[in-house]
């Protein structure tokens, strides 16, 4: 989304470096970018360095970090515990493909942290992580389609790019019997075809589905919340009724914690809300940034590996990956890291929670404290089509008002918020008072028209 220009000039940010390096990548990048979660336009930021919770731009301009690279720098940027370890490990050199002792560690830890993967294998993104834990589901059942949720982003392989982020979610369809959305062109309709897709929060649809067609459905994948549609959580007992579902029509069920593990809970998602899953995939928050990445499950899927599933891969378990995750995890294994980022989270909402009720605004935060969105409307939506009946414009501006003002949520209405553990109370004080004068800037605007 384009940050506006009046928003912009009130605080006049810097942004002559911005504006060059923007003419000069489009030339050779398309979008002037290397993902189209980053193309902003003419406000596509171009980033020179950060440090814990703060990051500065190319022309100079401090910002407080509340995307933290779309979640996986936990403990923040350019932590020096991760660093130096990285630094020592990759100074003996990176790619050997051949195994080092760090990815034996970063698995022993992951199985060790979750309390029920009984065996992982390292890949270098979460795309990667999903695309081979849903191939190891359909040799496991022999079966081929594969149940995901409308709004939810398991990456940018063609199987996880149906119905996940539209606009306008009329083009969903029925709700009881979504449409297919393929994201964009390119994706083959025969792939397409094997996705079924569900609205989330939803038993009666779910169940409706698999005794339909039961019989040929390999999985559910699911993020245990909607974190592409601001975290919105799982009713109570959704989890648990999805588990046993697919236990009950033979499906394995595949939690995508990409984002959620490590984060929510030592265990992720798993142990927060006390469902688990078959399999499931980690990234972000296991290297603090550093492209590691797993899938891992029970024993008896993750067998099938090496004889009868392909996997594979230069860089998977590459030595930078393995040591930042060794680091990563470890840290958040042995020190409060988790409990603190959790209380900085709760103190930031209780802050603005207090000021919105105080104006009167109606607002649900969803989510976790360490991952958090802020919904306007009385109550929170329970699937992405409810996502778009709350007013997502006022959050919008609200957060393109933040940017100018010095701290940085995405400027797009579906992505949490992101604490880290080196966010400080200095930081909630800015994130806060940038939050009200934005407010108080958005609500104005709103009188005049
Ligand atoms: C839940 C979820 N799954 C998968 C992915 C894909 O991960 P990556 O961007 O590392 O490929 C993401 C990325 O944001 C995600 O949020």
Not at 257 to 283: C, L, M, Q, W
């Amino acid at each position: 989304m384009a940050i506006t220009e009046p928003a912009i000039a009130a605080t006049q940010l810097r942004r002559e470096k911005q504006r060059e390096l923007y003419r000069r990548a489009t030339r050779s990048l398309p979008g002037g970018t290397n993902s189209n979660f980053r193309a902003w336009g003419e406000d596509t930021i171009y980033i020179d360095r950060g440090k814990g919770g703060r990051i500065w731009d190319v022309d100079g301009n401090e910002f407080i970090d509340l995307r933290m690279g779309y979640g996986p720098v936990i403990l923040g940027h350019a932590d020096d515990r991760v660093d130096d370890y990285v630094n020592e490990q990759m100074r003996k050199g990176v790619s050997f493909s051949l195994t080092s002792e760090q990815e034996v560690r970063c698995v022993e830890l992951i199985c060790e942290l979750t309390g029920w993967v009984d065996m992982a294998r390292m890949t270098v993104s979460g795309t990667e992580a999903t695309m081979h834990a849903m191939r190891l589901a359909r040799a496991f059942t022999g079966r081929e389609k594969i149940v995901k949720f409308e709004g939810q982003y398991h990456g940018v392989h063609d199987y996880a790019l149906i119905s996940v982020l539209p606009d306008d979610v009329s083009t969903l369809g029925d709700r009881t019997n979504p449409t297919r959305l393929a994201w964009g062109r390119g994706i083959p309709e025969a792939i397409a075809k094997t996705i079924i897709p569900a609205p989330y929060n939803d038993l009666d649809v779910l169940r409706a589905i698999f005794e339909r067609e039961g019989e040929s459905i390999a999985a559910v994948i699911i993020e245990p919340v909607l974190g592409n549609a601001q975290g919105i959580l799982p009713s109570p007992g959704f989890l648990a009724g999805v588990r046993a579902i697919t236990q009950e029509f033979g499906s394995v069920l595949f939690f995508d914690e990409v984002k959620t593990g490590f984060r929510f809970a030592r265990g992720g998602a798993a142990e927060f809300f006390g469902v688990t899953p078959d399999i499931a995939s980690y990234a972000k928050a296991m290297g603090n940034g550093y492209p590691a990445a797993a899938f891992g499950g029970k024993r008896e899927i993750m067998s099938l590996l090496p004889d009868s599933v392909s996997h594979g891969g230069t860089y998977a378990g590459n030595r930078i990956a393995a040591a930042a995750a060794v680091a990563t995890l470890t840290i958040l294994k042995d020190t409060d890291a988790l409990e603190h980022i959790r209380a900085t989270g709760e103190s930031m909402q209780s802050r603005i929670g207090e000021l919105l009720t105080r104006r009167g605004i109606a607002h649900v935060f969803t989510g976790h404290p360490s991952m958090f969105g802020i919904m306007f409307a009385e109550q929170s939506p329970t699937d992405y089509r409810g996502w778009a009946d709350t007013d997502h414009a006022l959050y919008d501006a609200i957060a393109v008002g933040m940017i100018a003002r010095g701290a940085m949520p995405e400027p797009d209405s579906r992505e949490p918020w992101f604490i880290c553990e080196a966010h400080n109370e200095a930081d909630v004080d800015r994130v806060c008072a940038s939050f009200e004068e934005s407010l108080n800037v958005a609500l104005e605007e709103r009188t005049k028209t």
